[in-house]
């Protein structure tokens, strides 16, 4: 069965400092991935996506992430996190059955 | 922002009573899908339509129905409301369905059932 894995519940880090959200799937061949935000009380906003080719990926907001098919992984980074970036983000990912299949999200907290 | 809306924005109501949920676009995208969201359980598709009067099920249609009458409007009804169906509800609509697509999501539906 198709599946994603975000391992992190819940994140915190200093205001100015690097991030990294983790992502790892399961899928018969590559999926195509995505990053997606969720500010409290919002929808969801896509940050990124990849389908091929470099596996580096840039988005909106300053975020990238790179896809790794060896550790079947999709991790967001962000090199310096602002107060802002506070929210739910979440990693999908979807096959030729046109469905997402959405992990349990990661709750980022950044200190003043 | 994606022309979406969902009405109602949040709701209670009771056990055993039917329930329906409607969201509308305003970009003349043909995929349609409904989505709920709980803790620790992100977002889990329940149904979505590939245009009109064309749904299929998702991972967790039990206890749902939908219609699709007109290109802008999906109704997710729920026929006989349950505790367990208590959550954040959203729509999201992509232009072609195809994975290369973006799916845009709109605000959210917090339904309580008492």
């Known amino acids: 069965a198709q599946s994603v894995t975000q391992p992190d519940i819940h994140i915190t880090v200093s205001e100015g400092a690097s991030l990294e959200l983790r992502c790892n799937y399961s899928?018969?061949?590559?999926?195509?991935l995505f990053w997606y935000v969720q500010s409290p009380g919002q929808g969801l906003q896509l940050l990124l996506k990849?389908?091929?080719?470099?596996?580096l990926v840039q988005g909106i907001k300053g975020f990238e992430a790179e896809f790794k098919r060896s550790q079947s992984s999709f991790n967001l980074r962000k090199p310096s996190v602002h107060w802002s970036d506070a929210a739910e983000y979440f990693c999908?990912?979807?096959?030729?059955?046109?469905?997402?299949?959405f992990g349990k999200g990661t709750l980022l907290t950044v200190n003043p | 922002d994606a022309g979406i809306t969902q009405s109602p924005r949040h709701k209670v109501t009771e056990t055993g009573t039917p329930v329906t949920l409607r969201c509308h676009q305003t970009?003349?995208?043909?995929?349609m899908y409904w989505y709920r969201q709980d803790p620790g359980h992100g977002l889990r598709l329940i149904h979505y339509?590939?245009?009109?009067?064309?749904?299929d099920k998702g991972e967790v249609s039990d206890g749902y129905s939908v219609s699709r009458s007109k290109t802008e409007d999906f109704l997710l009804t729920l026929e006989s409301a349950t505790s367990s169906q208590t959550s954040v509800y959203f729509c999201?609509?992509?232009?072609?369905?195809?994975?290369?697509?973006?799916?845009?999501f709109g605000p959210g539906t917090r339904l309580l059932v008492l």
């Open positions: 999201a609509i992509s232009e072609s369905g195809g994975l290369r697509e973006t799916q845009y």
């Open positions: 899928y018969g061949a590559t999926p195509y």
């Open positions: 990849y389908f091929s080719g470099d596996t």
């Open positions: 999908a990912a979807g096959g030729s059955n046109y469905k997402l299949t």
């Open positions: 970009e003349n995208h043909r995929y």
């Open positions: 339509s590939y245009g009109v009067k064309d749904t």
